[in-house]
């Protein structure tokens, strides 16, 4: 690891297993650092930054990456947006340049046509995808104070509303030296590697420091509830439990493992009573994230079969984690946890994409030497501390209930009947219209 | 805490596990033949104490007889329910315990059983394979609850509207032949199912005889086969394999299926028939179709339907082609009342390409990222096995990888326009809507129009 004179963090591992290399850049601003009536502003700037700078035009970007046999892409979440490419290992060196450049020179050219994409983002992945729908309702119902609130993508109409300027001023304050992490992994030579960022980087100036996001989440006192009526035929629903991230170590690892317990694998508990026992859910889940850079949701939730009452298939999850507050898991069960941990911890390793993200996330989380600690914190672990949570978070004053209430997906006055919806087959024979 | 690599001023991670310095980065694989007539394909890796074995058979859901469609894919499915000694909730146990994955699954040209574990559990997961494929429960109760299963989650996936588009498209493609179903079936194919049929299904098409075993890792080639012999000698026998599929023919006209749902976006899809595999212009159609939809931001689909008119998230071309002739599609979201301008864009970038030759500059563009980018499919243990599986089943050879920028090279200007002109047809083409109508006014009269314009 180096630490540039600007205060770029560097992160370098070589990596030979196979001729490629990824080269990722992390700025430490999300969906997080947004304000009211502004979301989405995190995300489109990350669309933007592939839209030209100084030097390249509109998606100059990627067509060099691709002409350099590389892959290249970019995600914003609630806490961080990663630009990488993965690439053949010979031309490494591409890619940093180009992510010097627009780090430095970002000149974004079609800021409206951009804007409609993102909308047409926000189209296909939440309004047309019930169980996203009803987690951005859910969650904005858990957070009420907090920027965890709004969605990452953005309310629509802030996406609307969001300017050319907002973008450019966004960009000046985060995407600064001091605000990012660069983390290298693949078949090369460290030393060169770590030279070029230096050359290509070690420059650039630092713009305005940006504000710490000072919210917090006050306690939740008491059960909350919101319905969604959403073009759907089949129910879901989800809840959320406010729990401690990262910072509270212990109950992190005891979390990370009662979510194991719940739902990983077909041994799992909510797999095996809701979807193979009961029959009551095509797919159950708990998921939670100890990574997220302000305390976050311990999430549960189901999709439903055909003619389940929601009812039915709560009070089950209802049993199962009262479940997991009476009673300690067995020895046996929790050794299973930690070895479902222990094999995906190395299977994750078989992707240097993979590798280097845990490295750039702990590195932003505060060092990424915590990658080391990882295992070994899950194998401290006990049946005592999964049920100490369990009593703790995953009670219902704790809880926000999200149900979604289908309301079909046929439109209003269409016939019905057919199981795709009405199908009318138009077959044009070439003359047949004029 | 391991062995020592170069640091170069930096700090590694101790818990990275150290990576053997080896320079070689060609794709070592080994083929050989398994008493029980099974092709062994092993790529050593010994990078990573982890061990990914696949397996192909021919019991792809094209083989699903007529009318049980979702037939090759419920048996694959049913194969893990418990096996050997071991009922359902104990097979799973089993696996879970030692954070191994093991599954079956059926897609149109091949069943794939399949396991990834630590390499101190691979020959326990492999012996929980092993029992799959020949000692499979098969109980009546737990089939019968698995098709309940399977219907439930094709009731849950016909809320996507992408799905439906997909299962649209695949039937008015290719009709009642083999690829012309979803793999999974429909609820209604499915719920005539019987346990019987499974276990046939099974007894029929399981076959060593006909197998590619594909194992990649930390595993010695002779010692991996030794245990395949031992533990998966069986099912004896071998799959005929079948030589010819009628393929898809798409008469005259604008094929248009509107399938009104309450959607925001509608979702499009816009095909021709195409071609298997083996087709020597399949390497054609590849670089044509990096330029038209297949290159991401590269290509001219997205420059103009995406960056340009901001009409769509993703859109893209794609030639599926497999054991026998597939199709070609074209696919994108756009919300509804976009959805006959977007057509109307992709049909002029389909027209264009027909029309004109494509610039030097685009061509190379393709080549290099086609053929720069292969290390990029074959950089972790999975992709590894199916590039493995690949080789064999379509009979690319084992040094594929040398001849495949000969492939690429080898295309010009002249025969990218030539695939163009023969597979991409605007006036016989299939188009697949799942839109709010009242919304979209999807106009069959505009896009037939458009389709003759050249």
């Given amino acids: 690891m180096q630490t540039l004179g600007n205060g770029l963090t560097v992160l370098v591992l070589e990596n030979h297993k196979a001729p490629v290399a990824t080269f990722n850049i992390f700025y430490k601003v999300g969906s997080r650092n947004e304000q009211f009536g ?116 953005g309310w629509m109409h802030d996406i609307e509303g969001l300017t050319l300027n907002d973008v450019l001023a966004y960009h000046s304050v985060y995407y600064s030296p001091q605000n990012a992490v660069i983390v290298a992994v693949g078949d090369f030579d460290a030393d060169k590697v770590l030279k070029q960022i230096g050359e290509d980087f070690g420059s650039i100036k630092n713009g305005p420091k940006p504000l710490p996001v000072t919210e917090i989440e006050p306690p939740q006192e008491g059960a909350r509830q919101v319905m969604l009526r959403h073009a759907a035929d089949v129910p879901a629903f989800a809840e959320a439990f406010h729990v401690p991230n990262f910072k509270d170590h212990n109950d992190a690892f005891a979390l990370e493992v009662a979510s194991e317990i719940l739902s990983d694998g077909k041994s799992s508990r909510l797999y095996k009573s809701l979807v193979i026992d009961k029959r009551l859910a095509v797919d159950a889940e708990a998921s939670y994230d100890m990574t997220s850079f302000d305390p976050g949701l311990f999430w549960v939730s189901a999709e439903l079969r055909p003619g389940v009452k929601t009812s039915d298939a709560l009070a089950e999850i209802d049993r199962q984690l009262q479940a997991l507050r009476d009673t300690p898991v067995s020895a046996d069960e929790l050794r299973k946890a930690k070895n479902l941990e222990q094999a995906d911890f190395v299977f994750s390793q078989d992707s240097i994409f993979r590798e280097a993200m845990l490295l750039g996330l702990y590195q932003m989380l505060g060092d990424y030497r915590m990658v080391d600690q990882y295992l070994p914190s899950i194998e401290k672990v006990t049946a005592a501390d999964i049920q100490r949570v369990a009593r703790q978070y995953l009670v219902e004053n704790n809880r926000t209930l999200g149900i979604l209430i289908p309301t079909g997906v046929l439109p209003k006055g269409a016939g019905g009947g057919h199981p795709g919806g009405a199908v009318q087959h138009v077959a044009l024979d070439e003359g047949a219209l004029r | 805490m391991r062995a020592a690599r170069s640091l170069a001023g930096l700090l590694v991670t101790a818990m990275f596990i150290a990576l053997a310095a080896t320079p070689s980065h060609a794709l070592q694989i080994k083929r050989v033949t398994l008493n029980n007539g099974a092709i ?47 009922s359902a909730d104990q097979f799973n146990q089993q696996v879970d315990f030692m954070g191994s994955s093991l599954s079956v699954d059926a897609s149109e040209d091949f069943a794939e059983a399949s396991f990834t574990s630590l390499k101190k559990y691979e020959p326990e997961t492999l012996a929980l394979l092993a029992d799959v494929l020949q000692h499979p429960a098969l109980h009546d109760d737990d089939i019968l609850r698995k098709r309940a299963e399977v219907i439930a989650a094709i009731k849950a996936a016909e809320q996507q509207p992408g799905y439906v588009a997909g299962v649209a498209f695949r039937k008015q493609m290719f009709d009642d032949t083999p690829y012309g179903h979803d793999a999974d079936g429909t609820t209604d194919s499915v719920s005539k199912l019987t346990p019987a049929d499974v276990r046939d299904f099974y007894r029929e098409y399981y076959k060593m005889g006909s197998a590619v075993i594909a194992v990649v890792g930390d595993v010695d080639t002779d010692q991996i086969k030794a245990a395949l012999e031992k533990e998966l000698a069986g099912p004896a026998g071998k799959v005929t394999p079948e030589t010819e599929q009628t393929p898809p023919k798409v008469p005259p006209g604008v094929h248009l299926t509107i399938i009104d749902r309450n959607v925001a976006q509608a979702n499009l899809i816009m095909g021709f028939p195409g071609m298997a595999r083996s087709n020597p212009d399949y390497y054609r159609f590849q670089v044509m179709n990096y330029v038209l939809g297949g290159g991401g931001f590269a290509s001219r689909l997205m ?49 264009e390409i027909r029309d004109h030759p494509v610039s030097d500059a685009e061509l190379a563009s393709a080549k290099k990222f086609l053929i720069g980018s292969f290390p990029l499919k074959i950089d972790r243990q999975s992709a590894i096995a199916g590039y493995m599986l690949d080789i064999e089943l379509y009979g690319l050879g084992l040094d594929y990888i040398d001849k495949y920028p000969g492939y690429i090279n080898a295309v010009t200007t002249q025969q990218v326009q030539e695939v163009a002109r023969k597979y991409l047809h605007p006036d016989a083409m299939i188009v697949v809507a799942v839109a709010n109508q009242a919304e979209a006014a999807i106009n069959a009269k505009a896009l037939q129009e458009e389709a003759k314009h050249n």
């Fill in chain 1, 38 to 153: 502004r979301t989405g502003l995190s995300h489109l700037l990350e669309h933007m930054m592939f839209r030209g700078t100084k030097k390249l035009k509109p998606e100059e970007f990627s067509n060099i990456i691709q002409e350099n046999g590389g892959m290249d892409n970019a995600f914003t979440t609630a806490d961080f947006t990663d630009y990488f490419e993965v690439i053949n290992r010979d031309h490494l060196d591409v890619p940093i340049s180009l992510e010097a450049d627009r780090m430095a020179n970002f000149d974004p050219k079609g800021f409206d046509s951009e804007k409609a994409v993102v909308m047409e983002e926000r189209r296909m992945r939440t309004e047309d995808n019930p169980a996203d729908a009803l987690a951005e309702i859910a969650q904005a119902q858990a957070f009420l104070a907090h920027p965890y609130h709004w969605p990452v993508i």
């Fill in chain 2, 40 to 86: 062994l394909l092993v790529s050593e890796q010994h990078q990573l104490p982890m061990v990914t074995m696949s397996i192909a058979f021919d019991a792809g859901s094209r083989r699903d007889p007529a009318g049980k469609a979702g037939f090759a894919s419920l048996t694959a499915r049913c194969l893990t329910l418990g096996a050997g000694k071991l």
């Fill in chain 2, 303 to 351: 420059a103009v339907v995406r960056s340009r008119a901001g009409l769509a998230y993703s859109i893209s071309s794609q030639n599926e082609a497999g054991k026998f002739p597939g199709s070609i599609r074209i696919a994108l979201q756009t919300k509804n009342r976009s959805a006959n301008e977007a057509m109307k864009l992709i049909l002029q970038q389909v027209n």
